[in-house]
């Protein structure tokens, strides 16, 4: 089982990106359940859960090519996309977790107005993880 000290580990070998290990652990959880073997009906993959375009995104943005069923491997990818998110919409955590479950277009396109709906999974999604996070800071 992965565990919160294994998200810190290993998202400390991400440098210099930061994000919060709780906050990753949190997404992981509501993910995949802290399973690196999952894979969803949709094809996202891996302990969290990544889609093959945010694989091939994080190999050419971040030239981080990496494989998602390696819990190791799959966090450091994730740190760099998540501070990568957090500096693309400043903050803002309810934006940021949309884009990671939602899709980053998907996520500018709703802020914009062009799209005036988002999926229940990903206001779900949101609202789960940072129900989660609020209390684990409290």
Known sequence: MITLEDIRR????????????????IIAQTESSLNPKAVSRVG???????????????????????????????????VKYLSWLMKEF????????SAWNWGYGNTQRYI???????????KDFVKKVLTKYKDEEE
């Open 10 to 25: 290993w998202s400390k070998e991400a440098s210099p990106e930061y994000v919060d290990p709780e906050l990753l652990f």
């Open 90 to 97: 400043a903050g803002r955590l309810d934006a940021v977790l």
């Open 112 to 122: 914009a107005g062009v799209l005036s709906t988002m999926p229940k999974e990903t």
């Open 44 to 78: 996202a993959e891996g302990l969290f859960q990544f889609m093959p375009i945010t694989q091939s995104d994080l190999a050419d943005r971040f030239r981080f090519p990496f494989d998602p069923f390696c819990p190791r491997c799959s966090t450091i990818a994730a």
